[in-house]
């Protein structure tokens, strides 16, 4: 199995732009999770789906982050417009039970906004 | 709310000593907690996955503890080694929701 993958690994924006960030899950796993981690508050949950549907946002920053499931292997998280402060490793990871059942992550993208 | 404290921050050992890294939770009402390992720059990799009715795992030189009632897990790495060297992550999950993470240990073992 080729695990989680993310894409870009890497991104680097100018404050203002939109940026989308991409995660295929591993098949067969019916959670998925956005996580960001920063030196300051370390890694924490954006938002996670179970089958496909938003199942807590509370982490979301605002309402410049909106992220999407269309189907069981693709999700994607879009900032819009981006901002300096946003700039972090963003982590998607999958598990293959609702309730619970280890998670497992991707690589990471970096984003960097200036 | 869930909070996750790992104690000490940094450690630093000699090669071929045993190690403890410890992981405090304050809501003891979790499903299962996870142990990763996090290289420099890289994604996280799960060591050990404890279910909220087990005591402990093993994995190789990795042993992974669990005292729910008292809100508090031990990660016991044996013979350590250079490679070793990483950010260990403590995370807790109640059911149904995402991973609550500690800040990490970073453990530099030298040779």
């Known amino acids: 199995d080729a695990g989680v993958i993310q894409s870009p690994r890497h991104e680097v924006t100018e404050m203002g732009q939109e940026v989308t960030l991409r995660c295929k899950p591993i098949?067969?796993?019916?959670?998925l999770f956005w996580y960001r981690q920063t030196m300051m508050r370390g890694l924490e949950l954006l938002i996670y789906f179970n089958n496909n549907v938003p199942i807590d946002d509370s982490g979301m920053p605002e309402d410049r982050f909106s992220a999407k499931m269309p189907n069981a292997s693709f999700s994607t998280l879009k900032i819009q417009p981006s901002e300096p402060r946003d700039s972090a490793v963003y982590f998607c990871?999958?598990?293959?039970?609702?309730?619970?059942?280890?998670?497992?992550f991707g690589p990471g993208t970096r984003l960097t906004v200036t | 709310k869930q909070e996750v404290t790992q104690i000490p921050a940094a450690l630093s050992v000699p090669e071929g000593e045993n190690l403890v890294l410890n992981c405090s939770f304050t809501d003891s009402a979790i499903y299962n907690l996870q142990w990763f390992r996090q290289d420099p720059g890289k994604g996280l990799t799960s060591l050990l996955l404890i279910q909220s009715s087990q005591r402990e795992q093993t994995s190789g030189r990795l042993n992974a503890s669990l005292d729910k009632s008292s809100g508090r897990s031990t990660l016991y790495i044996a013979a350590s080694q250079p490679g070793d060297s990483a950010t260990y992550l403590c995370a807790v999950r109640k059911a149904g929701t995402a991973l609550i993470f500690g800040k990490g240990t970073t453990l530099s073992v030298s040779s």
């Open positions: 990871a999958s598990s293959p039970r609702t309730g619970g059942g280890e998670q497992y």
């Open positions: 098949s067969g796993h019916n959670s």
